[in-house]
């Protein structure tokens, strides 16, 4: 029975070590936080999106540049693959009417306590503040809460996660190591990050507040939904989506009238009285919030242009800003070990028996349940073929 450590006790290195466990092999599961899988309960807090369900194609296409890079692991293990295995440990799911996949529960702690326990049975093995810090020839090295421990491995996986949310555990710092080993690497980015926005105090009344039914615009990127206003900006799925647009500096746009064409509009406000204001025959006319008014006011002022300019940058109204927030605010990020930097199972070219999965890797897909699914798919890939370097090895 070969031994196996996986690093990282996210959802991606679960899985692994449930495919290695079910290959026959000794697992060892070392996680640096004082509990396992934090970003994933933290993410089940206002309801567990599990997956998209959706075409297969249509599912992979969200992956963007990683699409033709992820399309055969994902293949094995989509959207549907997803809500069986979440039945398997006794959740009862439901799809929303965007297609978005949730147990029952919405939580993600029952699924989490039912995942454990299989594991368990399993005779996987969870060490919990185990910290890795590289390797002592060829075996991984963990600072633990009985001092400096190395252990002897047949084969690795490294499920470390991204450079987000540091104080659940993605902190980006396994990139130092393995850059020390002449592993290819993209740089960190924020992915799935709100934006800063230096507001005037005509805003404040409006914090917290949401903006909905908007289509928000950046290059060839444009997505429909609703986005909060902050105290240090907007925050949302709506603006999720444009994140690399954003990213290369591409302008933002929002169409706070998205079911109304331009003709529509024109038609609606030759019929405006004299005496009406702009912002009353926004509301009354448009059925337009007192955010979305507030919202026009403060980016079309900004502008300085006349009404009747201003009225036509409804349909797409220049949102200003000042760059994503910080890269640890945001939901996910881009960049980790490049594709170039593995092979096809997932393996580290530069370190034969070391295999990567999860957010570590170097992709992005918006949130929605793309972000779990590509997590359970890389974790379950990497782990079977960890499986299969082992047999192929003895």
């Not at 299989?118 to 809460?145: H, M, Q, Y």
């Not at 993605?170 to 080993?181: E, M, R, V, Y």
């Not at 064409?261 to 204001?277: H, P």
């Not at 890269?327 to 490049?338: L, R, Y």
Request: a positive charge; aromatic letters at 6%.
């Amino acid at each position: 029975m070969a031994q196996a450590v996986v690093i990282g006790a996210g959802p991606a290195g679960l899985m692994a070590a449930e495919q290695l466990a079910a290959a026959g092999h000794s697992v060892l599961v070392a996680e640096a936080k004082p509990s396992v899988a934090r970003k994933f309960l933290m993410a089940g807090k206002s309801g567990l999106n599990l997956t998209k369900d959706e075409p297969r194609d249509d599912l992979i296409r969200a992956y963007g540049e990683a699409a033709d890079w992820l399309r055969p692991i994902m293949s094995d293990f989509d959207a549907e693959a997803v809500q069986h295995w979440a039945r398997g440990l006794g959740q009862t799911l439901f799809v929303g009417s965007t297609g978005r996949v949730f147990p029952q529960a919405m939580k993600a702690s029952p699924l989490l306590r039912a995942w454990l326990a299989r594991l368990g049975k399993a005779g996987v093995e969870i060490r919990t503040r185990w910290r890795w810090t590289g390797w002592e020839s060829d075996a991984p090295v963990f600072d633990t809460p009985d001092g400096r421990r190395s252990v002897s491995t047949d084969v690795t996986v490294l499920a470390l996660g991204g450079a987000s949310w540091a104080r659940l555990g993605s902190d980006g710092h396994w990139a130092q190591i393995l850059a020390g080993k002449d592993v290819a690497l993209a740089p960190f980015e924020p992915a799935n990050s709100a934006i800063s926005v230096d507001w005037s105090p005509h805003m404040q009344p409006h914090f917290g507040a949401a903006l909905k039914s908007i289509r928000w615009m950046a290059g060839d990127l444009e997505s429909r939904g609703e986005a909060a206003i902050s105290r240090t900006g907007l925050e949302g799925g709506g603006l999720y989506k444009l994140t690399p647009a954003l990213r290369a500096g591409t302008p933002l746009f929002a169409d706070l009238t998205p079911d109304l064409d331009q003709q529509a509009l024109l038609a609606r406000l030759s019929a405006k009285r004299s005496k009406t204001t702009l912002s009353q025959w926004m509301r009354k006319s448009l059925n337009l919030s007192a955010q979305k008014i507030a919202l026009f006011h403060e980016m079309a002022k900004r502008g300085g242009h006349p009404q009747s300019v201003q009225v036509s940058m409804l349909k797409k109204l220049p949102v200003r800003h000042v760059g994503l927030r910080p890269m640890d605010e945001a939901i996910s990020t881009a960049g980790g070990v490049k594709q170039a930097a593995l092979g096809d199972g997932l393996m580290l070219t530069a370190l034969p028996g070391v295999f990567c999965a999860g957010e570590m890797l170097d992709w992005e897909a918006p949130t929605g349940g793309y972000l779990l699914t590509a997590c359970l798919a890389t974790g379950r890939w990497a782990g079977r073929s960890a499986a299969d370097w082992l047999e192929k090895a003895e």
